[in-house]
């Protein structure tokens, strides 16, 4: 009797700890905005591979979003964050590696192949942008999943004296990173300027493992 109570227990425990606590980032904020551009055939592949427009995280980040947005409410008045992507089931990133692998684009998406691979596939990255105080879009000098060097942090300053940024649209861009950051305490990635990694590389794969679960799960509220 007692090896089955122990048995059954322990059961439960691990099917427990392997089951992703996972927020939608709708119920964080009300103010938050949505864009999600895989529900729709706006993006870079050209084809909607998301069933629906939703943004989920782990309930980990969720808390580090909120911070952010307290951060800009704090510093920035009249900023709220615009999601473009969240957690992404990894089969998509396999079907967005198949489009760019073997072209001048691949270095912008995430080998799957690899040990880490996107950490979009943990849900703990954000794709995120702003809006104004009058609810639109700023402008980034890009749009969110542009595949090119204008996206690249490390190269704004040169792009602003050859004039392809302007100063106000580098601004932006600070205001971002500055929320995310010093507020969310999110990491950058040089290639992308609207991606931000909650945990990278071995500290991630110590927290999370790589999910594939349908963005259509249900989530306790």
């Not at 040990?115 to 703990?124: D, E, L, Q």
């Not at 971002?176 to 945990?199: Q, S, V, Y």
Request: charged share 25%.
């Amino acid at each position: 009797m007692f090896n089955l109570f122990f048995i059954t227990t322990f059961l439960l425990l691990t099917q427990a700890q392997a089951s992703p606590q996972l927020i939608d980032v709708a119920q964080i904020d009300q103010r938050f905005n949505f864009d999600i551009v895989y529900a729709t055939p706006n993006n870079f592949i050209k084809e909607k591979v998301y069933p629906l427009a939703r943004c989920l995280i782990r309930k980990e980040v969720a808390g580090m979003l909120q911070k952010a947005q307290t951060y800009l409410d704090a510093h920035h008045k009249g900023y709220t964050l615009l999601f473009k992507d969240c957690y992404r089931p990894e089969h998509v990133q396999f079907k967005m590696w198949e489009v760019v692998k073997n072209t001048p684009q691949q270095k912008y998406v995430a080998n799957p192949n690899t040990k880490t691979g996107s950490v979009h596939n943990y849900a703990a990255a954000v794709d995120v942008t702003l809006t104004d105080k009058t609810g639109h879009e700023v402008d980034m000098g890009t749009k969110h999943d542009h595949l090119g060097a204008l996206s690249e942090i490390r190269y704004e300053e040169k792009h602003l004296k050859e004039g392809k940024l302007t100063h106000a649209q580098i601004a932006h861009r600070k205001i971002l990173r500055d929320a995310m950051t010093k507020g969310g305490k999110f990491k950058t990635i040089r290639t992308e300027w609207w991606h931000f990694d909650a945990w990278q590389g071995q500290e991630l794969r110590r927290r999370y493992k790589k999910l594939d679960i349908p963005l259509t799960v249900k989530i306790s509220k």
